[in-house]
């Protein structure tokens, strides 16, 4: 069992930033895809991000692609998510999440792995 843990989330103001980290633990953390999606009362559980096992290829969706970062770090088992330029629109409860498959993925349902959530407002 890969259990997960996200933290950074918090109260930001529009164009500012946050920086969200999610570290694994229980099984070996390189194995995995590593992605982070979030959720908004009332809406779908939607696909923000994706990386690689290795960090060499990543995935975004078109409402954060050039905003949004994401990174790994094996050595430390984590995964981070740089947000630049927030907007109301980002405000959510944000997932990570692990699979198993060797090609980056943006449906949840091919996600293995989830950690508990972390949340994210963005107002002034």
């Known amino acids: 069992q890969l259990t997960l843990v996200e933290s950074g989330g918090g109260l930001a103001q529009p164009g500012t930033s946050l920086r969200l980290t999610c570290v694994g633990s229980?099984?070996?953390?390189?194995?995995?895809?590593m992605g982070w999606f979030r959720q908004s009362p009332g809406k779908e559980r939607e696909f923000v991000a994706a990386?690689?096992?290795?960090?060499?290829?990543?995935l975004y969706s078109e409402a954060v692609k050039g905003r949004f970062s994401i990174s790994r770090d094996n050595a430390k088992n984590l995964v981070s998510l740089q947000m630049d330029g927030l907007k109301s629109g980002d405000t959510a409860v944000y997932y990570c999440a692990a699979t198993g498959l060797s090609d980056l993925v943006g449906d949840k349902n091919e996600y293995d792995y989830w950690g508990q959530g972390t949340q994210v407002t963005v107002s002034s």
């Open positions: 990386i690689r096992w290795n960090g060499d290829r990543t």
């Open positions: 229980g099984r070996p953390f390189d194995i995995y895809q």
